[in-house]
């Protein structure tokens, strides 16, 4: 990363569970609750689409009533796009591709119809910092609600066994520590992605609040072991109860934990 690039980082860590502040009395509202902040807005160009293999499709448009075509880059990326079920049941994060006229397009698997919440965390260069928006997809198809899964410390995906350490506490600073297995001997060889060793986004259960963390230290610093310990110093927003989801890349291949955690006051 470049020194720029830290920088908004390091603004990205300030914001991404808070939200953007103007336009807001009082305390600002948590990530990923508004379609539409500080000007920019989240314009998806088709809301209602049918369960399976589908293209989404979005732009990003700015105060001007344009579509936004510079992005201060945000690990690696000029835009993270995440679509979650709203049971939590279900979590992607991939990296759309924009077109000349400022169109992002991706194609996202989604297999189940539902109801799902479509996050974009970007950092417009003419703003000068990261906002997170949200707007909801309709997914057609045979529907059935599902539950959000008990809490566990330890979950399986793959062949890796991902298990957390630590609380989340509202509005306190807390460190969550992910200790990554595979087939019962730690992963001491994570692969850097995006820039870091594992990715965390926590979703409050009910209104979807949103929090993107990213992990202390950094591949390449000297001092960041590649594992089997990933640690994140988190906050969220208040109490509830919350999905955590984790990403991380072994044998160049990505892989997502996921785990229910409540927080207490």
Do not use: C
């Given at each position: 990363?470049?020194?720029?690039?830290?920088a908004?980082?390091?603004?990205?860590?300030?914001?991404?569970?808070?939200?953007?502040h103007?336009?807001?009395?009082?305390?600002?509202?948590?990530?990923?609750?508004?379609?539409?902040?500080?000007?920019?807005?989240?314009?998806?160009?088709?809301?209602?689409q049918?369960?399976?293999?589908?293209?989404?499709?979005?732009r990003?448009?700015?105060?001007d009533?344009r579509?936004?075509?510079?992005?201060?880059?945000?690990?690696?990326r000029?835009?993270h796009?995440?679509?979650?079920?709203?049971e939590?049941?279900?979590?992607?994060?991939?990296?759309?591709?924009?077109d000349?006229?400022?169109?992002?397009?991706?194609?996202?698997?989604?297999?189940?119809?539902?109801?799902?919440?479509?996050?974009?965390d970007?950092?417009?260069t003419?703003?000068?910092?990261?906002?997170?928006?949200?707007?909801?997809?309709?997914?057609?198809?045979d529907?059935?609600?599902?539950?959000?899964?008990?809490?566990?410390?330890?979950?399986?995906?793959?062949?890796?066994?991902?298990?957390?350490?630590?609380?989340?506490?509202?509005?306190?600073?807390?460190?969550?520590?992910?200790?990554?297995h595979?087939?019962?001997?730690?992963?001491?060889?994570?692969?850097?992605?995006?820039?870091?060793y594992?990715?965390?986004?926590?979703?409050?259960?009910?209104?979807?609040?949103?929090?993107?963390?990213h992990?202390?230290?950094?591949?390449?610093?000297?001092?960041?072991?590649?594992?089997?310990?990933?640690?994140?110093?988190?906050?969220?927003?208040g109490?509830?109860?919350?999905?955590?989801?984790?990403?991380?890349?072994?044998?160049?291949?990505v892989?997502?934990?996921?785990?229910?955690?409540?927080?207490?006051?």
């Amino acid at each position: 990363m470049t020194s720029t690039q830290h920088a908004h980082a390091d603004h990205h860590h300030h914001h991404a569970g808070h939200g953007g502040h103007e336009g807001h009395a009082g305390a600002a509202l948590p990530g990923g609750l508004l379609i539409t902040d500080a000007g920019y807005t989240l314009e998806l160009l088709e809301t209602v689409q049918q369960a399976g293999d589908i293209d989404i499709r979005f732009r990003i448009v700015g105060p001007d009533g344009r579509p936004v075509i510079e992005y201060t880059p945000i690990h690696d990326r000029d835009l993270h796009l995440i679509v979650v079920r709203r049971e939590l049941t279900l979590f992607r994060h991939v990296h759309p591709v924009r077109d000349a006229d400022g169109v992002w397009s991706v194609r996202v698997n989604l297999p189940d119809a539902g109801f799902y919440r479509v996050f974009t965390d970007i950092a417009p260069t003419a703003l000068g910092r990261t906002i997170t928006l949200g707007a909801d997809l309709a997914v057609g198809g045979d529907f059935t609600p599902e539950t959000l899964p008990a809490p566990a410390r330890t979950v399986d995906v793959d062949e890796y066994q991902v298990a957390l350490d630590g609380e989340l506490v509202a509005g306190d600073g807390r460190m969550l520590t992910l200790t990554v297995h595979k087939d019962g001997a730690p992963v001491t060889d994570l692969q850097p992605y995006l820039a870091a060793y594992g990715h965390l986004v926590v979703i409050r259960a009910g209104d979807l609040a949103y929090v993107h963390v990213h992990p202390n230290g950094e591949p390449g610093d000297g001092v960041t072991p590649a594992g089997p310990d990933v640690a994140f110093h988190t906050v969220v927003p208040g109490p509830g109860v919350y999905r955590l989801f984790l990403d991380f890349k072994h044998d160049d291949v990505v892989h997502t934990a996921a785990f229910t955690l409540t927080a207490h006051h």
